[in-house]
């Protein structure tokens, strides 16, 4: 007779913690911890002890202090008297302008040059492939100092500009394209609600904000109407009404003015003042990543099958349109997930911003301040933090786009 | 209990590491070479001839500390810095010696923690422009566009002059002196301030150096020399006396070419001190006997290595000035070698 019983209770062993699958993935996550806090332990532990022995402390104090310096370009109020707290955000703020200027131009350049690659037009097409083989394999430091170079030994001097002088400002004497930049008309606020004309400009920016969202109402209206009846209602009108009018109007109350460069002393003033190191630094990225943008639109065409614009022909549709209405759409689900690190990395490369002079955090925190307090450790951490911040809400916003334009399935 | 030795062991790790950092001296001779940072490159100072050779003022001084201390004034690894780099580069050790037109200021001693050495040059800051601008006076520059060098002294003065002459200016942000020659050349500023010297070495290089003036404003003080990392206090000794030596050879007499023979022995107490054939002055500072003879062989003393690189019968063609011997009136004097 055969009895079944329990099979004998072997107490825990040590060598479980390796052979015993069980235990086995907990053993290797114990020790890579404890590997990384010592890493991390000897990596502070170092810093402490090389910063105590160069005889420095760790302090954020400089950010109060008077910065001493002067910035060229500055979207708000900056003297050589104002903190490096507030030189770091002048910085900032050049650092996304030149971004945001680059991701706009980039996306419009690339999807431009991918959807022409595919023309059936030899010349075009050719002439995108070279675009795209250029810039794709060229470093972009290289196309930022070319450009720089075209624009400060190519371009008139602003003597030139004086009477006698063989250059002339051009459209309708408006714009001056000189070797220390373009300039170009400008709008001020004569009398502004505000005494900080940034703060009338931030009025009329929520202004434009909120009749975009009333026309977002006026098109989801005519969405539903077209719905019940299938007559769409002509709105583009009410739209551009919308658009014109309330913010148009506020400018007319705050006494809006066009502002000329004139040439006055050394250089021109008034107006608005494009410099060289923008420029040069605005296109470059552009041109760079837009070739880069232009491979991702190609790929997320081609990923297309055939038999969507062969029905879309079928059904009457001009190749134009076909293009907008059934290729694009479909297509931007590929496309835009890639975008999103094209995005992160034209924003990332604006630090190349050193090779030119543009004033962007680089140069502010990351530079000047860093080599007049003597704070490399602090200045670099918030500067590394500052790069975070700003792809991760670039990738956030974007993924939040990329889902709402994924297929939706249920 | 594993933890805490492993902890243990590597503090002890990271406390070695920091020992180690000490004792530039031992290192520079163990290494067989010396780091020496210099600029990217101004003509006179410091900048690499036809066959890349490093030569200038600047580089007269890192080779004399060279040779003082290896004996060999060629055992020099030049490393080409800018306003923005030059402080960190010495700070994280990657040089040993920072010998580029570098003002010594309170807060680059105190605060940024570095030991000035010496000045080997008195300067001021200064204003270049073209001479068919017509402008005579640096009050008139109001709303010029500036090249100005990026993480320097001069960007700040140039702030704080404009600012108390209530004047204003647009500055164009340069990284190196060459950036600086090719932007102002362009028209790309109306102006190019930095210290004076540097300013007539630029324009030295200028294929009509007439064309450009300098104006008569000196707007700051600059006392330019070479510095050390803070608390390696026996380095900055080596670096400061080998500065003076140089110094004190021309106040004695001493020069390139008759050295040798003065290294025999001569009735002057004080050069035989210097020169090592009397006292211990090269053994109290860790080094030969004859450290300062071969500094001064490197390049001649401090009046010699003027003439050859910066000099009223070069290019550049600075007159001492405020550099002359104390003896003449200027400002270059050593402490006694005793």
């Known amino acids: 007779m055969t009895t079944l019983t329990d099979p004998p209770k072997v107490g825990f062993q040590l060598s479980q913690l390796i052979y015993d699958t069980r235990y086995r993935s907990i053993t290797i996550q114990v020790i890579a911890t404890i590997l990384l806090i010592a890493g991390i332990y000897w990596l502070v532990n170092n810093t402490i002890q090389n910063l105590a022995a160069l005889g420095k402390d760790f302090d954020f104090g400089f950010l109060t202090q008077p910065a001493g310096y002067d910035i060229n370009q500055r979207l708000v109020e900056y003297s050589s008297q104002s903190t490096h707290g507030r030189a770091a955000f002048v910085g900032i703020l050049n650092t996304l302008l030149v971004a945001f200027l680059g991701c706009v131009l980039a996306t419009v350049l690339g999807v431009t040059a991918g959807v022409l690659r595919l023309s059936n037009n030899w010349v075009v097409s050719r002439l995108m492939a070279v675009y795209v083989e250029g810039f794709r394999n060229v470093p972009l430091l290289l196309w930022i100092i070319a450009i720089m170079a075209l624009m400060t030994e190519g371009m008139s001097r602003i003597r030139e500009f004086r009477v006698g002088g063989d250059a002339s400002m051009i459209l309708n004497d408006s714009v001056a394209v000189t070797n220390r930049g373009v300039y170009i008309p400008g709008i001020i606020l004569e009398n502004g609600f505000l005494a900080s004309s940034a703060m009338n400009w931030l009025i009329l920016l929520v202004i434009l904000v909120v009749s975009l969202i009333v026309i977002r109402g006026v098109r989801k209206r005519s969405d539903a109407v077209q719905e019940d009846t299938g007559v769409r209602p002509n709105t583009w009108y009410q739209q551009l009404a919308i658009l014109i009018i309330p913010v148009g109007l506020v400018m007319v109350l705050m006494g809006a003015e066009l502002q000329y460069p004139e040439l006055r002393g050394f250089n021109f003033s008034d107006g608005i003042h494009l410099r060289n190191s923008l420029i040069a630094l605005w296109l470059a990225l552009s041109l760079y990543t837009g070739a880069f943008i232009a491979e991702i639109v190609r790929a997320g065409i081609l990923a297309i099958s055939k038999g969507q614009s062969e029905a879309a022909f079928a059904l009457g549709l001009r190749p134009n349109r076909t293009t907008n209405l059934v290729i694009l759409p479909q297509a931007m689900r590929v496309i835009i997930p890639p975008l999103i690190s094209q995005y992160l990395n034209l924003t990332k490369n604006s630090s190349l911003a050193i090779a030119v002079g543009y004033m962007d955090v680089r140069s502010t925190l990351g530079g000047i301040t860093i080599n007049q307090t003597g704070r490399e450790l602090e200045g670099m951490l918030l500067l590394g933090a500052f790069y975070l911040l700003v792809s991760l809400a670039i990738s956030g916003a974007m993924n939040v786009y990329n889902n709402r334009t994924q297929l939706q399935e249920r | 209990m594993k933890n805490s030795v492993l902890l243990g062991a590597l503090t002890i790790a990271g406390l070695a590491a920091g020992a180690a950092a000490a004792g530039t001296l031992d290192d520079v001779k163990a290494r067989g070479t010396l780091n020496c940072g210099v600029t990217t490159g101004l003509v006179g100072f410091a900048a690499p001839d036809a066959n890349g050779v490093w030569e200038g003022f600047d580089v007269g001084v890192c080779r004399a500390l060279a040779a003082a201390v290896l004996g060999d004034p060629m055992a020099v690894e030049f490393v080409p810095t800018t306003g923005q780099t030059r402080f960190t580069a010495l700070a994280s050790g990657e040089i040993d010696f920072l010998a580029r037109n570098t003002t010594w200021t309170f807060s680059r001693d105190v605060d940024l923690k570095f030991e000035f050495t010496g000045i080997n040059y008195y300067d001021g800051q200064g204003f270049m422009v073209p001479r068919e601008l017509g402008v005579s006076s640096a009050k008139d520059l109001d709303g010029a566009t500036v090249c100005i060098q990026t993480g320097t002294t001069t960007e700040l003065n140039l702030a704080d002059y404009f600012r108390s002459n209530n004047i204003s ?170």
């Open chain 2, 169 to 338: 200016y647009e500055p164009v942000p340069i990284e190196t002196n060459a950036e600086g020659q090719q932007q102002y050349l362009a028209g790309a500023c109306d102006t190019y301030t930095t210290d004076a010297s540097g300013l007539a070495a630029t324009r030295a290089t200028f294929e009509n150096p007439g064309d450009h003036v300098l104006l008569p404003e000196i707007i700051s003080k600059e006392p330019l020399g070479p510095l050390v990392r803070h608390g390696d206090n026996e380095w900055a000794d080596v670096a400061r006396w080998t500065l003076n030596a140089l110094i004190a050879a021309e106040e004695l007499g001493v020069t390139s070419a008759n050295i040798a023979e003065l290294a025999n022995g001569t009735d002057n107490p004080e050069i035989n001190r210097l020169l090592g054939t009397e006292g211990e002055l090269g053994a109290m500072l860790g080094l030969e006997a004859d450290w300062a003879k071969n500094a001064i062989m490197a390049g001649g003393n401090y009046g010699e290595l003027f003439e050859k690189n910066i000099g009223e019968n070069t290019p550049i063609g600075l007159a001492r000035g405020l550099n002359a011997m104390w003896t003449e009136g200027g400002l270059i004097y050593s402490p006694p070698f005793r």
